[in-house]
């Protein structure tokens, strides 16, 4: 029995391990060996001990000799073109800022010590050039250490959010009767785990090399990152499997429900977290609209927030300065919070898209696909600004009006999409519970989908389960017979077959092939996370009466899960709005009873005797720097509201709704 996918498998999970030593000098370029000859004896330092127990975390394809041989000629070439630039410029500088310096530090007549002016121009620019070189070698070399830290810090996070998983999908695979080194293999060649399974591959490489599960699981769990999470289920799952089937099982079983509490607890902090950052967010966007409020009318009575200032750009007021950054500031802040309410999603309930590989495809996916729908309105929405800007609008809002034409096609497609996965899920739930009753009753799994095809109506899920039904129908021809006994618990062909895919039935084949296109087809991380359960847990020979109770169980959570993130995620989607609204509400107030009541004030400032600056306010300029503020406050808070809800692309919507209102507001009103 093998425990991986055979000699080629291997291959490919020692590469992924970054199991090619310094002796492997025949896949190494001549570069390579150059700078191995030169560098390699750098590895066995003690200051690069921090960073080959760093490399031994990350999944980098060469040893760390070769790595770090690399990044020493890396660096000595960052010396140099640090060098010798630096010391033409100093070159070319050096005499003219040695004169400087003397004439400012010449001594008295009476004394003649030497200053720094007296320093040869040459030798000044030689110091300055080396310095700087070798300030950007010592730079590079450092940054590996970095990168490293980096990498291993990524892999962590990966291990960390797809381990769950890959319990859950042990533990299905323990009621069956494979062993626990063919478990490690299949949950290995799962790519839904991520870096999860490639530890695992790692594993079966290192069984495969040396003979004994044990010391893969052992080398692993040295070398992981994960040292709080993956090191510990390693060591367990090898002392649990010493002690039996029963023992792992017992333990998986155990270990799934922890690791659930775990992600429940993890929920909960970042939730705790959501709401500070919502307080703060409020703050900070309401803050820059009230400070350039407060500049305006402190504008009359000092003149000097109008004087220029000069800039790059040439003199500007300084109060514009303030105005403009407070835009800016804006747009950071939201920017900043939508990535940070984004990055607070749980990984597993973030929607992917994919985009077809011709032009025709993305066409036909621009109605239900949003990175095809933003491909296809990209170009008719940079015309919307180009026509708006020679019909005489503003640079500003001919801007605004090409995001708008691009956010809000975008969006609605958006939410159109995540409307229809929703009903996917809703109705995937009530598909495995269908399913599950008839594979109780000893009907296989491929008869099961095909009455439940043509029995139970689910809405959006029709056609994807039809089309299930008529994929596994293939299988039948193979073996019905292995499906019948899986179904009823007893053994069949793949029971009895070694854990080498190249042994498994072909059923099981078509099998596993027609539940990955159901899943293809859905589209929705509940169906990846979910339905590959049963083709790894029914091509392990697993009791299929069991294998559907757990996944009822799981699916249960899971959408469970998803809608009270839903729910919890609605309230910060109305603070993004009322934040929103509230500028607007203060902005147009000001407009309408303090502007024009200010400028009466400073232009009465020569009959009055009071030293009033008669133009520093300007009805006209004073209202468009306000609409540029709001109009900066309603793309921040609709990127945060939108990110809330449901991701990046409705917050295109979001923005651009709050945008399009905002400018019929300040239009309708005559405030632009």
Same mark, same amino acid.
């Given at each position: 029995m093998t425990d991986d996918g055979g000699t080629t498998a291997t291959v490919e999970a020692g590469r992924s391990s970054g199991a090619v030593g310094s002796g492997s000098g025949s896949r190494l370029s001549v570069i390579d060996r150059g700078l191995y000859a030169l560098f390699a004896r750098h590895a066995d330092e003690r200051?690069?001990?921090?960073?080959?127990?760093?490399?031994?975390g990350t999944n980098l394809r060469t040893s760390f000799d070769v790595f770090l041989s690399r990044t020493y000629g890396l660096s000595w070439a960052a010396c140099l073109l640090t060098l010798v630039p630096t010391l033409l410029v100093a070159s070319a500088v050096a005499p003219g800022v040695l004169a400087a310096v003397h004439d400012a530090t010449a001594p008295p007549p009476s004394a003649v010590p030497i200053g720094v002016g007296d320093v040869p121009a040459p030798w000044a620019a030689a110091v300055v050039a080396g310095v700087a070189g070798v300030a950007a070698k010592r730079a590079t070399v450092r940054s590996s250490g970095l990168y490293l830290r980096w990498l291993s810090s990524a892999r962590r996070t990966d291990i960390e959010r797809t381990l769950p998983g890959a319990v859950r999908y042990l533990n299905a695979l323990?009621?069956?009767?494979?062993?626990?080194?063919?478990?490690?293999?299949?949950?290995?060649r799962s790519d839904a785990y991520g870096a999860t399974a490639v530890s695992l591959r790692k594993v079966c490489n290192t069984t495969r090399l040396t003979g004994s599960l044990d010391e893969g699981l052992r080398r692993v769990a040295r070398d992981t990152p994960s040292r709080d999470l993956l090191a510990p289920f390693l060591l367990k799952f090898r002392e649990h499997a010493n002690q039996g089937g029963d023992a792992l099982a017992n333990y998986l079983r155990m270990e799934s429900r922890m690791l659930r509490h775990r992600q429940d607890r993890a929920r909960k902090r970042? =939730?705790?977290?959501? =709401?500070?950052?919502? =307080?703060?967010?409020?703050?900070?966007?309401?803050?820059?609209?009230?400070?350039?409020?407060?500049?305006?009318v402190m504008s009359v009575l000092a003149p000097g927030l109008s004087r220029p200032v000069w800039t790059p750009i040439g003199h500007v007021p300084a109060r514009s300065i303030v105005v403009y950054g407070s835009a800016a500031f804006v747009l950071v802040v939201g920017l900043a919070g939508a990535a940070t309410v984004e990055s607070l999603r749980p990984a597993d309930q973030r929607t992917s898209y994919e985009l077809a590989d011709t032009p025709v495809g993305v066409l036909a996916a621009v109605p239900h696909t949003p990175p095809a729908a933003a491909l296809a309105v990209a170009g008719p929405a940079i015309g919307v600004g180009a026509a708006a800007a020679l019909a005489g609008a503003t640079p500003v809002n001919a801007g605004l009006f090409a995001y708008v034409a691009f956010a809000v096609p975008v969006g609605v497609v958006s939410v159109r999409r995540a409307r229809v996965d929703d009903a996917k899920d809703r109705e995937m739930k009530d598909f495995v519970h269908a399913v599950s009753g008839h594979v109780s009753l000893g009907r296989p799994f491929p008869e099961a989908v095909a009455v439940v095809a043509r029995d139970v109506d689910l809405g959006a899920l029709n056609a994807d389960v039809a089309d299930l039904a008529f994929n596994l129908s293939l299988t039948t021809a193979a073996g019905p017979r292995a499906d019948s006994d899986l179904a009823a618990g007893r053994p069949g062909r793949s029971e009895q077959a070694s854990a080498d895919p190249s042994d498994v039935a072909p059923e099981a084949d078509l099998r596993t092939a027609a539940l990955d296109r159901f899943v293809d087809r859905v589209g929705t991380p509940l169906a990846g996370q979910t339905v590959g359960l049963v083709s790894g847990a029914l091509n392990a020979g697993s009791d299929a009466e069991a294998v559907f109770e757990t996944l009822q169980a799981e699916i249960g959570r899971l959408y469970h899960e998803k809608q009270a993130l839903r729910s919890a995620m609605l309230v910060y989607v109305a603070v993004g709005w009322t934040t929103a609204l509230l500028v607007v509400g203060i902005v147009v107030a000001v407009n309408t009873q303090v502007i024009d009541g200010?400028?009466?004030l400073s232009e009465l400032s020569g009959t009055s005797g009071f030293a009033l600056d008669p133009d520093a306010v300007q009805p006209d300029r004073e209202r468009f720097r306000f609409y540029v503020v709001t109009q900066a406050t309603m793309l921040a808070s609709g990127w945060f509201a939108g990110a809330a809800s449901r991701g990046p692309y409705e917050a295109l919507l979001h923005s651009g709704l709050l945008v399009g209102a905002c400018y019929l507001v300040f239009a309708g009103g005559g405030m632009i």
């Open positions: 200051r690069h001990a921090v960073d080959r127990k760093r490399y031994r323990s009621s069956g009767s494979d062993d626990a080194r063919a478990m490690v293999a299949k949950a290995a970042a =939730e705790g977290y959501l =709401e500070l950052l919502a =307080e703060l967010f409020i703050v900070v966007l309401v803050l820059p609209a009230l400070l350039v409020i407060v500049l305006t200010f400028a009466q």
